[in-house]
């Protein structure tokens, strides 16, 4: 028998438990808006940015969220 813990981790996946709003968050806190404007070219961080607004646009858009987690993933390893 599995132990139930244990099927659920993913070792090799920096995002596993990670939710978005701590992405963003972070990456804001880090970088501010106007540079993750420059880094990731979308709206939602470019007009009137804000976390409930930005979130509300990224879990809509698969190709927008995978560049804000390609950007967290860089911060957090330093590659």
Request: aromatic share 8%.
């Amino acid at each position: 028998m599995e132990n139930q813990n244990n099927s659920n981790r993913q070792p090799n996946n920096p995002l596993h438990g990670v939710k978005l709003v701590d992405i963003l968050t972070l990456l804001e806190e880090h970088y501010g808006w106007d540079e993750l404007a420059n880094r990731i070219n979308i709206n939602c961080f470019k007009k009137d940015p804000s976390i409930k607004s930005s979130l509300k646009f990224l879990r809509r858009t698969p190709w927008a969220r995978d560049k804000v987690e390609q950007l967290y993933l860089k911060l957090i390893t330093g590659k």
